[in-house]
């Protein structure tokens, strides 16, 4: 029974979005935005790396599941890499030696007199240019920004594996704030394991298939655009805006080529000390299947401990944790409570996700979204 009702889901799905179009879903989304948009690839000033695994729909067989590794990555300015990776001392003695004058400055034979006339200068120099260096600072430079995602989505006897890779462009539009284009290739292949089906002749599904290709392959071309700071991001993205069909897809359709217009907004609320509040919103504007909206809000306190709950139009509610460890880990998971019609032949979905900072800049602090 609880087959048939997934059969008559993926049916449904199918029938509307088409074998290539069948897309993944997950709750802590805003942990591989770049999936989405690829404006958001090198938005970090370090290395990203997310891995993430999903179990839809506990206890009904055969349900999906979904796994992904995503990693992120930006190219900055040498004068840049140079000033994060400069540190003033905090004794005016040892910061005598480290700042350099021009050539032409008043040179002084004596350093322990020199240190003496400009003690003051170089006390309020290191209290400057520490804050200047502070982890905390963002400021809006001209960057570039690879990266990249692998996925594997099962669904009863049907599988999907995609393969991206992503470019963004980050050009400031003043001290505080960004503006980036981003582009990306996505490879999948949709497959449909003809034999794990227990009764072929009696399988609505797969006979409907089997005239068709089992093996289908695509191309897929994105683009996104993405406004951000510290405080808050606004972006679009078209998704599949064009497709190729690599083989002979004989179920290729214009449903296997629609395109997604993908909208992620979010931004910063200081309520008290140390405690930020962060709604945003994930919308997913088809042109053919439904549509779909997604609301959050996560409560970040000490932008170490993380907990916040996500509402999916019409589908569920999920309550989502995590915890950053050493400021090089983070450690994320969500249930998802179905509200439709679903609910009553299975137990939620659950989803976990794992957060590693690579690079010289791994003591940057993460934007806070």
Request: glycine share 8%; proline share 3%; aromatic share 12%.
């Amino acid at each position: 029974m609880k087959k048939k009702i997934f059969l008559w889901l993926i049916g449904i799905s199918l029938s509307v979005a088409g074998f290539g179009q069948q897309q993944f879903q997950l709750s802590q989304y805003m942990n591989a935005p770049g999936m989405y948009n690829p404006a958001f690839m090198g938005v970090e000033n370090f290395t990203d790396v997310k891995l993430g695994l999903r179990q839809q729909w506990s206890g009904l067989a055969n349900a999906p599941a979904t796994n992904y590794a995503y990693i992120s990555t930006v190219l900055e300015s040498e004068s840049k890499r140079k000033l994060r990776n400069t540190h003033i001392p905090d004794d005016p003695d040892q910061a005598a030696e480290v700042i350099v004058f021009p050539k032409n400055a008043l040179r002084i034979s004596d350093p322990e007199l020199f240190k003496f006339l400009v003690k003051d200068s170089i006390e309020r120099a290191i209290e400057e240019l520490n804050a200047e260096l502070h982890i905390e600072k963002f400021e809006a430079e001209k960057k570039h920004g690879f990266g990249g995602s692998l996925h594997t989505d099962r669904y009863g006897e049907f599988s999907q594996f995609g393969a991206q890779l992503a470019y963004a462009y980050h050009i400031p539009l003043n001290r505080k704030m960004e503006m980036s284009f981003g582009v990306s290739g996505m490879f999948s292949r949709n497959r449909l394991d003809k034999f794990s089906v227990s009764n072929p002749d009696e399988d609505e599904l797969y006979q409907a298939y089997l005239n068709g290709s089992t093996d289908e392959t695509f191309f897929h071309a994105n683009a996104g655009v993405l406004i951000y700071s510290r405080k808050f991001y606004g972006g679009y993205s078209a998704m599949n805006f064009a497709t190729i069909a690599g083989n002979n897809n004989l179920n290729y359709s214009e449903e296997s080529a629609e395109t997604q217009h993908v909208i992620l907004a979010g931004f910063n609320i200081d309520a008290v000390r140390d405690l930020l509040i962060i709604p945003g919103v994930l919308y997913q504007i088809k042109t053919i299947s439904p549509s779909e909206v997604n609301f959050n809000v996560k409560c970040v306190y000490r932008e170490k401990y993380m907990a916040g709950v996500y509402y999916r139009n019409q589908d569920a509610i999920a309550f989502m944790t995590g915890i950053w460890l050493k400021n090089a880990l983070r450690i994320g998971y969500s249930y998802d409570y179905t509200i439709s019609e679903l609910s009553m032949h299975q137990s939620g979905s659950h989803e976990l996700t794992v957060g590693i900072k690579l690079g010289k800049s791994s003591v940057m602090s993460p934007l806070i979204w």
